[in-house]
């Protein structure tokens, strides 16, 4: 069973930066791949950006260019960088582990409580 809890959520100007962290405990951290959702007001879910424990990645292209994902194995830890924030990025920002590469958020058993973006024109 895994645990997850993030942090560093706020409120931020569009054109801003901020940083999510997301510390793991109660698994072998390096088998699963880890991955950041977001639920916007009236949205689905969508999946913003997952690394697997090789570090390899992918991101929505909503996000491409501007969000980074990072994983320390050795410190069971997974951040966001996120820069030139817009307003439509403004959601629920939630840390997601899996065992498979997840599709969508359906393929996520394991979730953190999640922390709050808001990004204001």
């Known amino acids: 069973q895994v645990q997850l809890v993030e942090s560093g959520g706020g409120s931020v100007q569009s054109g801003g930066s901020l940083r999510l962290s997301c510390v793991a405990s109660?698994?072998?951290?390096?088998?699963?791949?880890m991955g950041w959702f977001r639920q916007g007001p009236g949205k689905h879910t969508e999946r913003v950006a997952v690394?697997?424990?090789?570090?390899?990645?992918t991101y929505a292209d909503s996000v491409k260019g501007r969000f980074t994902i990072a994983r320390d194995n050795s410190k069971s830890t997974l951040v966001l960088h996120m820069s030139d924030l817009k307003v439509e990025d403004t959601a629920m920002y939630l840390c997601?582990?899996?065992?498979?590469?997840?599709?969508?958020?359906?393929?996520?058993?394991?979730w953190g409580q999640g922390t709050q973006v808001t990004v204001s024109p």
């Open positions: 690394t697997g424990s090789d570090g390899a990645t």
């Open positions: 109660g698994g072998t951290y390096s088998d699963y791949y």
């Open positions: 997601g582990a899996a065992r498979r590469i997840p599709r969508d958020w359906r393929d996520v058993p394991y």
